[in-house]
């Protein structure tokens, strides 16, 4: 692999690293989980629809660049090397936009994706259920026919964002006598819809950022369902791909943390040598490993550029950087000694968050211990 930098992209990189130069905000914006930090983050985001940097690789007429996969990476990387804020979008932008260019009708991409890269409308995701986790098959919300659309009822949790959230995508049984797999639908709905109900799932912080959705009779029209009626497995597993393998967790998410963790080992080294010296080893692997992420990712973007599909290897995707990001904050809070907990300190605060969020990774996008069936199953060709 050919890892030279063509001038065009190096191009691009420079104008990336010189707007986010020019307008990431100096102080840290409030948390996302709360309603003014969910507002200052949508403000952001259309910033950067305004400028074009939103969602570089859609097609001009909806706020993009045309930009291709290798650009995103390398705005990726800018993006967090710059210590922008977190995307409040990205349920919308990176999940359920690649869904909707490859399974939506012309309408769905008109009604829809401006809006999102916008943020005039947030995305929540509706997969997990009380008793329908990580297997999602069992799910039990259900979608009946009715005239011109259909009736929700049911219940969705740990839905992310939904406390503040303006629309949901989810799946719901569409064909009562359908099990598994089979007979579900992919819908989009708005959470201000009569008959839905959100009710926020607080954090040990206090701050709601899951929230537990209800569905009373709740009419949607034809018009938002995604794919295909009974089709929803297949778009909800494009869905899934896309969480688990390219765009979710981007690598330079990672370098930019490494890079940070190297600062802080530098740091220490000159304050508490001892520390120092025991930790070089994990830091020396922490960054060899976002490094190796970054080049696995690279070397998918460009089999996906070339025309190849990107199937269950996303699951051994999503085990490589949810391990990867517990073990360089665990690695950070070992610098830190008791400094670790301070949530007050400058240093280790961000540190401190950073950790307790990566203690989700191995959950969310589904848990790691189905991953691991799955690649044992569809990667490696084991037995079931």
């Known amino acids: 692999m050919d890892l030279t930098e063509p001038a065009e992209l190096a191009a691009f990189r420079g104008e990336a690293r010189e707007w986010l130069r020019s307008h990431v905000p100096h102080s840290p914006l409030p948390s996302l989980d709360t309603a003014a930090g969910f507002a200052a983050h949508r403000e952001w985001e259309r910033r950067m629809y305004e400028a074009r940097w939103g969602v570089v690789t859609w097609p001009e007429p909806y706020g993009g660049r045309g930009a291709g996969l290798l650009e995103w990476l390398v705005f990726e990387e800018e993006y967090w090397a710059a ?19 490859e399974y ?34 069992s799910l039990r919300s259900k979608a009946e026919r009715v005239d011109g659309g259909w009736r929700l009822s049911g219940q969705k949790t740990w839905s992310t964002r939904a406390a503040y959230a303006d629309w949901m995508f989810g799946l719901f049984r569409s064909d009562p006598a359908s099990e598994r797999h089979r007979g579900l639908t992919y819908i989009l709905l708005p959470l201000a819809a009569d008959g839905v109900t959100v009710r926020p799932i607080r954090q040990l912080d206090g701050e709601p950022g899951f929230a ?28 899934t791909t896309s969480e688990r393998g390219l765009t979710l967790r981007s690598p330079g998410r990672f370098m930019a943390a490494a890079d940070r963790l ?25 960054w060899m ?16 550029l070339g025309g190849e599909s990107i199937g269950a290897e996303s699951s051994a995707n999503k085990l490589f950087w949810s391990q990867l990001d517990v073990a360089l904050h665990e690695t950070a809070l070992a610098l830190l000694g008791e400094r670790a907990t301070l949530d007050a300190d400058p240093v280790a605060a961000p540190w401190l968050d950073g950790y307790e969020f990566s203690l989700a990774g191995p959950i969310y996008a589904g848990t790691n211990e189905v991953q691991r069936n799955v690649v044992a199953e569809r990667v490696l060709g084991l037995p079931r």
Not at 85 to 97: H, K, M, T, W, Y
Not at 115 to 136: C, K, T, Y
Not at 267 to 286: E, I, K, L, N, Y
């Open 83 to 101: 210590g922008a804020p977190v995307r409040v979008s990205q349920n919308g932008i990176f999940l359920l936009a690649p869904t909707i260019f």
């Open 104 to 137: 939506g009708t012309q309408a769905q991409k008109d009604r829809f994706l401006t809006p999102m890269a916008r943020a005039d409308e947030v995305w929540a995701q509706g997969w997990s259920e009380p008793g329908a986790g990580s297997d999602l098959a």
């Open 212 to 239: 537990e959705v209800f569905f009373d009779e709740v009419f949607v029209p034809d018009e938002h369902v995604l794919g295909g009626v009974g089709e929803g497995w297949k778009v909800a597993m494009s869905t």
């Open 262 to 286: 190297l600062d802080l080992h530098a740091a220490t080294q000159a304050s508490d040598p001892d520390a120092a010296a025991a930790a070089r080893g994990d830091v020396v692997q922490a």
């Open 289 to 304: 490993d976002a490094d190796a992420y970054r080049l696995y990712v690279l070397g998918t973007a460009l089999k996906a």
